[in-house]
Structure formats: structure tokens, C-alpha cells
């Protein structure tokens, strides 16, 4: 009489353990759902992200940077509205322009030194550089004949070609970070240096603006 049976109430706390326990995973389950819903899409604001990268802006500006090594002096004359000196020969194409004087114009024989008439010409020059190719890179090349060696021919070459820069710094106005100097001395000659005619033609300074991407006015 003295004995308690307590088998029925361990089964009822098992019972109640297994309800809570389904309980729990049914509210797991539906908070899982209700944070699916409420959850943006991720797909569609990573495809519209790398759709706006993508996109081009038309304010940058590309440019090409010249060749000064592959200039052909050749190239077929051209003619300016503001270049009226018949002694300043102009030729041009699609990617740069030149204007070409002869020595005798520019300096005395054998010298670098700028003759008083040359300023006019050199004038003429920066006037049309300004009006048609402001942003432009501008190479100034020294050429002479093929006599004397080598060596000397390409230092006065040189010698001319700085002094027609400065030139155009100082009197015409350029930005010196888009001038550049080059001297070829005696090489690519443009007549025979076995006259005195072709000799003659063969020393001269020219100034070449990369034009290639350049609006012409």
C-alpha cells in the first residue's frame, strides 16, 4: 500500500517534450519562409550593376601618340589660306602636317643662328599652328647635306632645330610640354647631295604637326 506508481507521468513529460520540440521546428520553419519574402533579389541588383558598368563615358578622350620616326617628308603638298610666303612649302595628309623652309631662309651658311628674316616666315608658321592644331604635338626637324661627317652634320641639324623651338616658345606663343626637337642630319635627303641644287634642298627645317585626331579649321 505503501508503493507510488509513477510510469504514467514519465510519459506524459515525454509527450510534452516531443510536442515543444515539433512546435519549434514548425516556428523555424515559418520564420525561415518569412525571411525569404521579405529578402530583396540579389540576381537582379548584381546583373543591373554589371549592366552600369559597362557603360562608356564619352567624355574621355583617347589619343594617339605620334611616330616621329616614321614621317615621310614626301607627302603631297597642301595649301593654307594663312601661309601666303611661297618660301614656306606646306604638305599634308591624314596624320600630320609639315611646313618646310630652306636653310638660306632661316639661317647663313654653316650657322644656327636665326637671320632677321626669318622671324616673318616663322610668324606665318605659328600663326596657322595656333588657328588649325592648338592641342597638337609639334616635332622640329633639322636636315642638312651630306657635307662634312656625320657627327657634325647631325649636331648643327640639331643646333637649328633648337633655335627655330625657341623661336616659336618665345615669339609664336606654343606650349614647350607638345614641341620636340629631332635632327636627321644628312640622312633621308629629299634631292641628290651630288649638285649643288639637290645640296641646297637638302638643308632646310621642318616642322611637323601630328594632326591625326585634330579638327582642321
Known amino acids: 500500500m505503501a508503493q507510488l506508481d509513477v510510469q504514467p507521468k514519465r510519459r506524459r513529460s515525454i509527450w510534452m517534450w516531443l510536442i515543444f520540440f515539433v512546435l519549434a521546428i514548425g516556428v523555424a ?42 614621317v615621310d617628308f614626301s607627302i603631297p603638298k597642301a595649301s593654307y589660306d594663312e601661309v601666303t610666303d611661297t618660301a614656306i612649302i606646306v604638305r599634308g595628309n591624314d596624320k600630320y602636317t609639315i611646313y618646310s623652309m630652306g636653310e638660306n631662309i632661316l639661317f647663313a651658311a654653316n650657322e644656327s643662328t636665326l637671320q632677321p628674316s626669318a622671324e616673318a616666315k616663322l610668324k606665318q608658321v605659328a600663326t596657322s599652328l595656333a588657328k588649325r592644331y592648338k592641342t597638337a604635338a609639334i616635332a622640329i626637324y633639322g636636315h642638312t647635306d651630306s657635307i662634312g661627317s656625320a657627327g657634325d652634320n647631325r649636331a648643327l641639324g640639331k643646333q637649328r632645330a633648337n633655335a627655330v623651338k625657341d623661336w616659336l616658345l618665345t615669339e609664336g606663343g606654343l606650349d614647350n610640354s607638345k614641341l620636340s626637337v629631332h635632327s636627321l642630319g644628312e640622312k633621308q635627303p629629299v634631292a641628290t647631295n651630288a649638285t649643288q641644287k639637290g645640296r641646297a634642298q637638302n638643308r632646310s627645317v621642318e616642322i611637323v604637326a601630328f594632326t591625326e585626331g585634330e579638327k582642321n579649321n
Open 29 to 70: 520553419v515559418l520564420l525561415y519562409r518569412g525571411c525569404n519574402r521579405s529578402a530583396p533579389l540579389k540576381v537582379a541588383t548584381t546583373d543591373t550593376t554589371a549592366t552600369d558598368s559597362t557603360k562608356v563615358d564619352t567624355n574621355v578622350i583617347v589619343t594617339t601618340q605620334p611616330d616621329w620616326n616614321a
